[in-house]
């Protein structure tokens, strides 16, 4: 026994924290301010993953250089290595994450097949109707701005009103359930942060999220979260 003076529980989680200890650090290429950067990290400290951040800057080509190019052939943050393992895409980086490290740290996939059907069911919600106009909009109205470009409101104009019918469904699936995948805290809800964060913060346009009683509870509750303000800490330091 390692530790006879503790519980079993005790001592369970203290070999899991002695094992993610002696594992190496998950090296994360990108920048803490990007969202897709940020779903990852966000995930790795829900984990107790240990990491370390590879800044690489976008905005200064970084993602373009032959060396990245290597890692990420279609010149976007971030690519994750780990253990001999080169990945990117942030939601598969997310998914490989909260499973290697099942073990510890925020049950990120439930607790039964069941729940992980319904979160894996919810990811796929938040990439294939939810991210397209919020990440539309954000890109004109924080994006572009950044880069000297023009905004054009009429594809924010649009982009909204598409986010706005998505978001009728999740009124009603949150005014039943307190989170996505039922009245857990999981991937799902952790992977809308991001951009949801830059729509309502940053370019302060986020009336479709908080004009709704139950998604501006949910939202409310998943962004102050420790860690998504570690993520927004680490931002700041940029
Ligand atoms: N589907 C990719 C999208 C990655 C992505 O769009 N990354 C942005 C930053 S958030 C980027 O690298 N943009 C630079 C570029 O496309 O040139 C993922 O989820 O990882």
């Not at 990420?72 to 994450?97: C, H, K, N, W």
């Not at 106009?133 to 109205?141: G, S």
């Amino acid at each position: 026994m390692l530790y006879p003076f503790l519980s079993s529980t005790q001592a369970r989680q203290s070999r899991i924290d002695l094992l993610s200890s002696m594992m190496a650090p998950l090296k994360i290429y990108g920048l803490a301010m990007s969202t897709c950067t940020g779903r990852v990290l966000a995930t790795a400290l829900e984990k107790g993953a240990t990491f370390e951040l590879q800044p690489v800057d976008p905005f200064s080509g970084g993602c373009k250089k032959p060396e990245y190019l290597a890692l990420q052939p279609f010149g976007q943050i971030p690519v994750l290595q780990d253990e001999g393992l080169t990945m990117f895409e942030s939601r598969a980086i997310a998914r490989y994450i909260a499973s290697k490290y099942e073990a510890q740290g925020t049950p990120l996939y439930g607790r039964s097949l069941q729940e992980r059907a319904k979160v894996e069911q919810w990811l796929e919600v938040e990439s294939q109707n939810y991210n397209p106009p919020i990440a539309a909009a954000v890109c004109e109205l924080v994006v572009k701005p950044m880069k000297g470009a023009p905004t054009y409101m009429q594809i924010v104009n649009e982009s909204l009103a598409k986010l706005e019918k998505v978001l009728d469904i999740y009124e009603d699936h949150l005014s039943k359930n307190e989170y996505l995948a039922g009245n857990f805290f999981s991937l799902a809800d952790l992977s809308h942060i991001p951009f949801t964060h830059y729509l309502v913060n940053v370019a302060k346009k986020g009336e479709a999220i908080t004009s709704r009683k139950h998604v501006n509870a949910w939202w409310l509750k998943i962004s102050s979260r420790p860690s998504w303000q570690k993520v927004l800490e680490l931002a700041s330091k940029k």
